[in-house]
């Protein structure tokens, strides 16, 4: 018996996806989340699920960050890509932070039962499709790749980090926000510098922001 969680904030998309999910397999709980924080919370919560079903345009995402963010704090959980875009770019850095499948929202309701079965064997599941789209690159999608492998490397509390350097906030307020000292604060941004090979703040939002800026998405 498995239990799932379907975080999108659309409620008639979220309808849909627990019927698939009643359709596909025998869940023992079925959870749901109207945008990141909520998902967190629930996963803190229950402990490691066996799936999760991420919007990448819900509030608390920006782009790939929410994948990057979970996989980070919870990386024994599966997460599964749910989106309304199919850009085969968007696919690729999808598996590449993590991803144990990516499901446009257009397929069919047994397709989609279908590839919930087959991430629940402990496959990836792509579309037909794009089945391709993993191995295609180009020399500027290769770029993106490898940046998107780095920030793949930040913990959880590292990409909070990043994203509220992202906003400009000082050493003093990340401490306050995330309760921790400016020490610890420091550490996460020396952390955050070596592990996407930069050497200042300005530079670690910059192409963390090549990425998000390139994946914020439109529904």
Not at 154 to 182: P, W
């Amino acid at each position: 018996m498995s239990r799932i969680l379907i975080a999108d904030d659309h409620p008639m998309v979220r309808d849909a996806l627990r019927s698939a999910v009643v359709y596909s397999c025998q869940a023992s709980e079925i959870l749901e989340a109207d945008c990141l924080d909520a998902a967190i919370r629930l996963l803190e919560d229950k402990g490691d699920l066996d799936l999760v079903l991420l919007d990448l345009t819900m509030p608390g995402v920006s782009g790939l960050s929410g994948l990057l963010t979970l996989r980070g704090r919870f990386p024994a959980t599966p997460v599964v890509v749910v989106s309304a875009h199919d850009d085969r770019r968007l696919v690729r850095e999808a598996i590449e932070c993590g991803a144990s499948g990516f499901i446009p929202k257009s397929t069919p309701r047994d397709a989609i039962a279908g590839a919930l079965r087959q991430v629940l064997q402990g496959e990836i599941y792509l579309p037909p499709q794009l089945a391709g789209a993993v191995e295609e690159e180009s020399p500027e999608d290769e770029e993106t790749a490898d940046i998107v492998r780095r920030l793949a490397t930040l913990t959880a509390q590292q990409m909070r980090v990043l994203e509220m350097l992202g906003t400009g906030k000082l050493n003093k307020e990340i401490a306050f926000e995330l309760r921790i000292t400016e020490t610890t604060v420091k550490a996460h941004v020396s952390a955050i510098l070596q592990k996407l090979k930069v050497y200042s703040r300005t530079q670690a939002v910059v192409i963390a922001n090549r990425v998000m800026e390139k994946n914020r998405l439109v529904r």
